[in-house]
């Protein structure tokens, strides 16, 4: 079973950095450009900032299911922060998408954390 785990934190690490990647570096710019798409680029980060926050969410899921803890998910917790932290992106018309991006991705860094402090406590 822990193999499976470390497939979904490795596929949900993948989608944030692709995505990361793609939002806050030129790479679609030469991508698309260079095939002569770059009229998408005007709306891609209404695509790539949810594709980002998703990965986050379902690494946070992964993670969690990986710290073996019992009792309710936090599937429906995940599911909310991903879609008000997109949300919140969208209303305030990308002013501080870096900053929200690092606030998402320390939020699942410190859920993390958490995690694996309590199974180290359980195990003690």
Do not use: N
Not at 48 to 57: D, E, I, K, N, R
């Amino acid at each position: 079973m822990s193999s499976l785990h470390d497939k979904r934190m490795k596929k949900g690490f993948i989608g944030t950095i692709v995505a990361a990647l793609c939002c806050f570096t030129p790479v679609l710019v030469f991508l698309l450009g260079g095939v002569g798409l770059s009229a998408w680029l005007g709306w891609i980060d209404y695509l790539l900032f949810p594709w980002m926050f998703a990965s986050l969410g379902f690494l946070a899921h992964a993670l969690y299911l990986k710290s073996g803890k019992k009792g309710v998910t936090p599937q429906t917790i995940i599911v909310i922060a991903v879609i008000g932290v997109t949300a919140l992106l969208f209303w305030l018309e990308f002013r501080f998408a870096i900053r929200i991006s690092i606030a998402a991705a320390a939020s699942v860094a410190a859920y993390a954390y958490y995690l694996r402090r309590g199974a180290v406590k359980q195990v003690a």
